[in-house]
């Protein structure tokens, strides 16, 4: 199946600022629409009442500096 890629972002921010998007969003998902991003890369999706739902923590080291980087990953899935 082909991916298309419909909103991304990705940036630095303080503890706090990312708490309250995820607040916001689990709002949004509560109500059943999500809205992402602001201004004209406005993404809006519904999520039906009962999605798959995944929460993975990985651990990823660097083979040549060993330093080690984490991933956190909250992910929601439905097919259509």
Excluded: H, N
Aim: cysteine-free; overall charge negative.
């Amino acid at each position: 199946m082909p991916e298309e890629q419909l909103f991304k972002t990705e940036e630095a921010r303080p503890r706090p600022e990312i708490a309250d998007v995820l607040t916001t969003a689990a709002e949004q998902i509560e109500d059943g629409t999500v809205v992402l991003g602001g201004g004209s890369e406005t993404r809006e999706v519904d999520v039906p009442e009962t999605p798959r739902f995944e929460v993975e923590l990985e651990r990823l080291t660097d083979s040549e500096t060993g330093e080690q980087r984490y991933e956190l990953e909250y992910e929601i899935r439905w097919t259509e």
